[in-house]
C-alpha cells in the first residue's frame, strides 16, 4: 500500500491532521507537542497509510529527533507528501516546503491555521501561492476538523503526477548538482537532484546514508570544488549558505507577492498573558502556585473524594458481589481466595487510584496544550544552567509526573547528547503517578491534616535531588564538556480545546488501566500465590510463606532506614516491576478488605517518621521496570542502563537513612 | 553610517534590525535561520529574565527564547535609521 509522509515545523498541528486523516488518535508514545518517532495510521478512506514525522524546521537536522524525519525519506521513499504550515508563520514554513518540494514526490499543502491568520488580519492569496509553488493548497483548521476531506479528495488526486518544482542555484551549483547526480547512481532516493543538494547542504544524515566510501569521498571532493568555484564567481559563501541564500530570497520574494499584512494586528491575548505567566519578579511564584494547586486539587479537592467511592465500590459491593458469586458456583477455597484477596485486593487497590492519576494527567495535558510549556523552559533555564543543563530538560521532568517512560522520550527534544544523556538518568527521580498510590496511603494514614503538603514535598524532593545530581554529574569528566545551547521557540497561548484534552488524558490513563490489567495482575497473582506458598507447601501461614523469607533477606539491610521487616522488603521487591504493585502486595500481604484495614495495619507496621522514610525510598530507589527499557532503547548502551539502576539504590538508601537517623536524633522516632 | 550595538542595550519592545549573527554558535545561528531569523530581520527585545535568565526576542511575529550570554554579541542597528 501506499506510504504518505507528513511534514511540518514544530507547533504547525501536524498530530491533529493526522488524527483528522485517520480513525486512530495520537497512540502511546506521542504526547501532545511531541511526536516522538514517526506513527502510522490508515487513511479515513484506506487508500494509503499515513506517516506522522516529528516537527523539524528544515531537513537538515540539529536534534536527534529531527533526523528521523530525514533518514525516513532516504530510506523509504514515500509515494506522496503532505506539508502541513502554519498560515501565520508562512515565511519561515515554506522554508522546509522548499526542500520537500524538491524531493521530487507529488505534494499537498495544508494551509493550517486559518482561522488565527485570518483573526490578526493577514490575508493570503492561496491562488498565487498555489501557482507559483504548482501544488495543491488545502485551507485548513487541523484543531476542528475542517479542510479534511478536501485534504482527502486532493491527495487521491495528485498522487500520480510528481512535481518539477526546480529552484536555480547558479552556475557553480548547478554543476555540482550534476556531477554529484552522476556519481548518486543505483538510490531508491526519487530524485538525485534533491539529494545532491542535501549534500550540498552538508546533511550528515544524507552523507551517513552513502554506505559507498569511496563515492562519500568523491562528493566531499565535488562540494570542496564546488566552494572554489563560488569564490571564483564573487560569491563569499559556502555552498550551503548559498543554498539557503537563494531559497530564502525566492520565498521572501514570493511572500510579499503572496501575503497582505497591512491589516496586521498583533497577538494581544499572549501579549497580556505573557505579561503575567513569564514576569521578571512574579514568573516562578506564579509556577510554584500553580503547581501547588494542582497538588492541593489532585489530593485534597477532587481526587480523595473520588477515590473514596472508589475504593467504597471495590472492597465492598465488588468484593461481596464476586464473592457471593463463587460461592454460588461452588468455587473451591483456593480460587475464592486467590480471586477476592489476590486479584480484587491487589488490582483494586491499585484502581482505586485512577481519580488522582488521571487529574494529574489532565493538568499535565493541560499545560501542554495551551502553550505554557515552552514558557516554564524560560523560567526555569537560570536554575538549571546552574546545575550544567537547560530549561528544555524541565519538559521531560514535568512528564515524568505523569509517567517516567514518555519523559524519557520526550529528551529527545534537547540538542546536546550530554544533556539529553543527564536527564534521561535523571528522569526516574521524577515521582510518576505510579508513586501516587503509596504517598497517597501514607500521608493519608500518618499526616492526614497535611497530606497535599507532604506529597508535594516528595516531588520537590525529586527535583531537588536530580539538580544536586546533575551538578555532580556536569562536573565528572566523561559527561562535561560541549557547551550548552539554549533555544526555545515561544508559541502563541492557546485554549486548549476540551476534545483534545480528554482524548489525550484518556490515552494516558489508558496506559495505567491496561498496566493494571497486566503487569499488576500477575504480580497481585504471583504475589498471592507466593504469600500462601511456603516450606510445607501450600496454605502456609503468612509469616513462614516464600514471600516472607525472601522479604526477610532485606529486613536487616532496610532497618537502619526504619522499616526492616519482611513486608516492607517484599513490597520494595516487587515495586520493582510497576510501583502501584507496591500498594498491590501490602493489600495482599496485610490481608485487609479496604482501604480502611489497610490504614490500621500500616499504622501499626510504621512510625510516622519511618513511612517518610519509606516514601521517600520509594520516590527514588530504581526505576521500574519499563522505565529501565526505555532508558536502554535511548541510551543504546548496557552501562548506563546498568548504572541507572544501580546509583538510584545508592542515593535513596543513603537519603532515607539520613532522614531516619537525624529525625530519630530529634526525638521524631 | 548607524553604529552597532548589542542587542541587550536596546529598549525592549523597540523594532531594530540584526546586522550580524557571526558570533553567534554555529548550531544557534542554524535554528535562528530556520526560524527566518536572519541579518537583517527586524527583531525586538521583548524580556530580560531575573539574574542573567533567558531573554524573549520577538520577531515576525515568533517569540524565541535565548540566553543572555549566548546572544550578548547579537549585533542590531535602530531601524529606524
Given at each position: ?5 507528513l ?31 514517526k506513527?502510522t ?22 536534534s ?11 530510506e523509504?521513499?514515500?509515494a ?12 519561515r ?16 499543502l ?6 488565527v ?5 493577514l490575508l ?20 476542528t ?35 554529484i ?22 546533511n ?6 552513502m554506505?559507498n566510501?569511496v ?40 511572500c510579499?507577492?503572496?501575503l ?13 498573558l ?12 506564579i ?22 467511592m ?6 465492598g ?6 464473592s ?13 481466595s ?7 485486593a ?11 492519576i ?14 505554557y ?25 514535568i ?22 544523556l543527564?536527564?534521561?538518568?535523571l ?5 510518576c ?20 503538603s ?23 569528566s ?37 498496566k ?49 521487616t ?17 500498594v ?10 479496604d ?25 527514588l ?23 541507572s ?19 530519630r536524633l530529634l526525638g521524631?522516632g | ?19 550580524s ?6 548550531s ?23 539574574l ?30
Amino acid at each position: 500500500m501506499d506510504m504518505i509522509a507528513l511534514f511540518g515545523n514544530p507547533n504547525t498541528g501536524k498530530t491533529s491532521l493526522f488524527n483528522k486523516l485517520t480513525r486512530t488518535y495520537a497512540e502511546v508514545g506521542n504526547w501532545s507537542g511531541v511526536t516522538v518517532e514517526k506513527k502510522t495510521g490508515l487513511l479515513r478512506d484506506k487508500s494509503a497509510v499515513l506517516v506522522d514525522l516529528p516537527g523539524t524546521y528544515s531537513l537538515l537536522p540539529l536534534s536527534l529527533d529531527e533526523g528521523i524525519a530525514t533518514r525516513y525519506l532516504l530510506e523509504e521513499p514515500p509515494a506522496a507528501l503532505i506539508n502541513i504550515v502554519d498560515a501565520s508563520q508562512l515565511q519561515r514554513n515554506l522554508y522546509l516546503t522548499v526542500q520537500l518540494l524538491e524531493y521530487g514526490r507529488p505534494l499537498v499543502l495544508g494551509l493550517n491555521m486559518t482561522d488565527v491568520a485570518d483573526a490578526t488580519g493577514l490575508l493570503v492569496n492561496k491562488e498565487l501561492l498555489a501557482d507559483q509553488l504548482s501544488v495543491p493548497i488545502i485551507p485548513m483548521v487541523a484543531r476542528t476538523g475542517s479542510g479534511s476531506k478536501q485534504m482527502l479528495a486532493s491527495l487521491r488526486e495528485v498522487r500520480r503526477s510528481p512535481n518539477s518544482f526546480q529552484l536555480d542555484y547558479g552556475p557553480a551549483v548547478e554543476a555540482a548538482i550534476a556531477d554529484i547526480c552522476s556519481l548518486l547512481t543505483n538510490t531508491s532516493v526519487p530524485n538525485p537532484r534533491w539529494a545532491a543538494l542535501q549534500c550540498l547542504e552538508n546533511n550528515p544524515v544524507v552523507m551517513e546514508w552513502m554506505t559507498n566510501e569511496v563515492q562519500r569521498e568523491k562528493v566531499t571532493d565535488r562540494i570542496q570544488r564546488c566552494e572554489k568555484e563560488l569564490l571564483r564567481e564573487g560569491h563569499s559563501a559556502t555552498p550551503d549558505q548559498h543554498i539557503r541564500s537563494v531559497r530564502t530570497a525566492w520565498i521572501a520574494d514570493l511572500c510579499t507577492k503572496a501575503l497582505d499584512t497591512t491589516k496586521l494586528k498583533p497577538h494581544s491575548l499572549t501579549d497580556k498573558l505573557d505579561a503575567l505567566l513569564t514576569h521578571r519578579y512574579l514568573g516562578i511564584p506564579i509556577f510554584l502556585l500553580l503547581m501547588y494547586a494542582t497538588f492541593k486539587f489532585t489530593f485534597d479537592w477532587a481526587g480523595t473524594v473520588l477515590s473514596d467511592m472508589l475504593d467504597g465500590f471495590f472492597s465492598g459491593t465488588l468484593s461481596s458481589w464476586i464473592s457471593e458469586m463463587l460461592v454460588q458456583w461452588n468455587a473451591s477455597a483456593f480460587t475464592q481466595s486467590l480471586i477476592v484477596d489476590g486479584i480484587v485486593a491487589g488490582v483494586g487497590g491499585v484502581l482505586v487510584f485512577l481519580p488522582q492519576i488521571a487529574i494529574l494527567f489532565l493538568i499535565i495535558s493541560l499545560i501542554e496544550d495551551s502553550g505554557y510549556m515552552a514558557r516554564v523552559t524560560i523560567l526555569m533555564d537560570r536554575l538549571m544552567q546552574a546545575v550544567g543543563l537547560n530549561g528544555k530538560s524541565f519538559i521531560p521532568f514535568i512528564i515524568g509526573f505523569g509517567c517516567n517512560v514518555p519523559a524519557i522520550m520526550a529528551a529527545r527534544t534537547i540538542e546536546q547528547p550530554r544533556e539529553r544523556l543527564i536527564t534521561t538518568l535523571l528522569v526516574p527521580f521524577m515521582s510518576c503517578s505510579a508513586r501516587l498510590p503509596v504517598y497517597a496511603l501514607f500521608a493519608g494514614v500518618f499526616f492526614p491534616t497535611h497530606a497535599a503538603s507532604i506529597i508535594m514535598l516528595m516531588y520537590v524532593l525529586g527535583i531537588t535531588v536530580s539538580l544536586i545530581l546533575a551538578k555532580i554529574f556536569s562536573k565528572v569528566s566523561i559527561l562535561s564538556g560541549e557547551p550548552s545551547l539554549f533555544i526555545v521557540e515561544l508559541p502563541p497561548y492557546r485554549v486548549p480545546q476540551a476534545l483534545t484534552l480528554f482524548r489525550s488524558t484518556w490515552e494516558k490513563v489508558k496506559g495505567f488501566v491496561r498496566k493494571a490489567g497486566t503487569i499488576i495482575l500477575a504480580g497481585s497473582v504471583g504475589i498471592w500465590l507466593l504469600s500462601n506458598f511456603g516450606p510445607q507447601g501450600f496454605g502456609a501461614e503468612m509469616n513462614d510463606s516464600l514471600l516472607a523469607t525472601v522479604g526477610g533477606w532485606f529486613a536487616p539491610i532496610l532497618a537502619p532506614l526504619g522499616f526492616g521487616t519482611w513486608q516492607a522488603g517484599a513490597s520494595l521487591l516487587t515495586g520493582f516491576m510497576a510501583k502501584e504493585v507496591v500498594v498491590s502486595t501490602m493489600n495482599i500481604i496485610y490481608h485487609v478488605p479496604d482501604m480502611q484495614g489497610l490504614e490500621m495495619q500500616v499504622r501499626h507496621a510504621f512510625t510516622p517518621l519511618a513511612s517518610f522514610s519509606f516514601m521517600v525510598f520509594i520516590l527514588l530507589y530504581v526505576p521500574c521496570l519499563a522505565t529501565v527499557a526505555v532508558i536502554r532503547k535511548e541510551t543504546l548502551s548496557w552501562r548506563w542502563t546498568a548504572f541507572s539502576v544501580i546509583y538510584p539504590l545508592t542515593v535513596a538508601y543513603i537519603i532515607a537513612v539520613v532522614i531516619y537517623q537525624c529525625g530519630r536524633l530529634l526525638g521524631w522516632g | 553610517m548607524p553604529e552597532c550595538i548589542s542587542l541587550l542595550r536596546t529598549p525592549p519592545g523597540q523594532p531594530v534590525r540584526l546586522q550580524s549573527l557571526a558570533s553567534l554558535h554555529p548550531s544557534l545561528r542554524r535554528r535562528l535561520t530556520d526560524m527566518g531569523i536572519d541579518e537583517g530581520s527586524i527583531i525586538r527585545l521583548k524580556k530580560i529574565s531575573l539574574l542573567g535568565g533567558p531573554i524573549v526576542i520577538e520577531c515576525n511575529g515568533q517569540l524565541v527564547g535565548l540566553r543572555q550570554n549566548q546572544v550578548k554579541q547579537l549585533e542590531v542597528v535602530p531601524s529606524w535609521t
